[in-house]
């Protein structure tokens, strides 16, 4: 609590509605929240503590809206497969994971991620073997100190009722919802700038049944917490739904209530123009995961189409056995590029059609791959106090030092820069007015000592395979 006053920037980017960039920008903040942005001559002096960020470019922080933590203990295995493929191969080894596993593994996913200017992020964890609970989870997260939605996954059709995950991962349905209630009335927070709240998510269709599908949104809805779920990743997934529900991954999912401005589905790579009008309609959520996509070979997700129609788009990491990193700025250029590999996409919107690569301004700019890292991510998630800096805003930020090797060069635009050059690390990130990230190094645990214990655990589950 008190105030805080950050000063001096080279450039200061608001995000807020009007997207200004202030020059020698600043922000005043009272008890966590952003009372004053503007030029640094019209701030106050002093206050209790103050940040002078002279060579930095200040951003509001960024939200990663999908994510498998734990998986960052199975990283680069099953490399060159498909999402099937890769799932059984991985759901045998998942199936060692453990509570210490899940604490571990949280800590390690957060700390990467906030290094990489992550102020919040959701963290989808559906694989409860052994000891495990998402109470851990949550521990780890308020450890970390950032903005956590922890969704409460779940698997309960094992490959005995038609299902792809063995039986042996998967969970009784009826306590699946007792513990979705138990954890939203423990942790969830539904008030404006909470740092942790709960999210009911049953996997994938593939995983769970419709009943957990149709009781999970019944719940949610009785407590005000968002759903969310995997959608229309690849073609054996439409493959699957349409044989199994004899419909189509959206329609099945719309029929069963999980269409709204309360749901964001994660991927949605497979759409048609009706399905995509119907998101657009309802106010459902995308959670976009570029590199994952790509390493899987799922397709190319139609973001331009989503972004022109008014769906509502955030980033996501995806877990990290299948990206196999978590960098959230990386994401943001991932998806920039990767509209513009795919012009089949943007150019046929147009009239006219194909009109060579003067339609690259219709893909994505780098202002606009920063804005899905923080505006559309924090609108999937439901928040109006992050995502961007303004009055009344949660103390969300992050700066990059501008005298590093990756911004030598493009100091004429800084902005377009962070996009555009390699993705660095931050030099400093405040979440909820609190320093996490100072010098480039994380102020709220020691992590070679902590990293040491993350190998012994993977090695431990990859090595019985
Ligand atoms: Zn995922």
Redesign the pocket.
Known sequence: MGTLLVKNTAVLVTMDDQRREIEDGGLFIRDNIIEQVGATADLPDTADEVLDLRDHILLPGFINT?H?LYQSLTRVLAQEADLFTWLKTLYPIWGRLTDEGVYVSTITGLAEMALAGCTASSD?LYIFPNDCTLDSQIRAAAEIGIRFHAARGSMSLGESKGGLPPDHVTEDETFILKDSQRLIETYNDNGRHAMTRVVLAPCSPFSVTPDLMRESAVLAREYGVRLHT?LAETIEEEAFCLELFGKRPVEYVRSLGWTGDDVWH??CVHMSDSEIDLFAATGTGVAH?PS?NMRLASGIAPVVQWRDKGVRVGLGV??SA?NDGGNLLAEARQAMLLQRVAPDRYLSQKPGGRGGFAGIADAMSARQAIELATRGSASVLGRNDIGHLAPGMSADFIAFDLNQIAFAGALHDPVAAVALCQPSRVDLSVVNGKVVVENGRLTTINLRSHLKRHNEISAAMIRDE
């Open positions: 999908h498998h989808h995997h994660a991927h995961c994952s995806d877990g299948s």
